[in-house]
C-alpha cells in the first residue's frame, strides 16, 4: 500500500507536504505508510488519504481454495534451482 501511495503522490508531482495538507493525516504518518514502517492507519485516514490521490479502495471475495503445506512446498520445491554439488578439488 505505502508504494503504490508513494508512486501515485510522486506522479501527480506532490510533495509528502503538499498531500498531508490535503489528506489532513501528519507528516510522520505518511512517511511511515510510503515506507512500509505503519502499523495501522484506520479505514477513515485510509480513505482520505485515496481520495486526496485520486484513488478508490476495492474489496473482492477471497479465494476459497487454500493450498496446504504440503502443496506450498511442493510448489516451493519446483522453483527451487538445482543444489549444487560439493567440490572435492
Do not use: H, I
Not at 20 to 37: D, I, K
Amino acid at each position: 500500500m505505502g508504494q503504490a501511495v508513494r508512486e501515485r503522490r510522486r506522479a501527480l508531482s506532490l510533495t509528502q507536504g503538499q498531500l498531508v495538507m490535503q489528506s489532513g493525516l501528519s507528516r510522520a504518518t505518511l512517511s511511515a505508510l510510503e515506507n512500509g514502517q505503519l502499523a495501522e492507519l484506520g479505514v477513515n485516514r485510509l480513505l482520505r488519504l485515496l481520495g486526496a490521490l485520486g484513488l478508490t479502495l476495492t474489496v473482492e471475495l477471497a479465494p476459497t481454495y487454500r493450498p496446504t503445506m504440503d502443496e506450498l512446498s511442493a510448489m516451493n520445491a519446483q522453483k527451487a534451482p538445482p543444489a549444487r554439488e560439493r567440490y572435492r578439488g
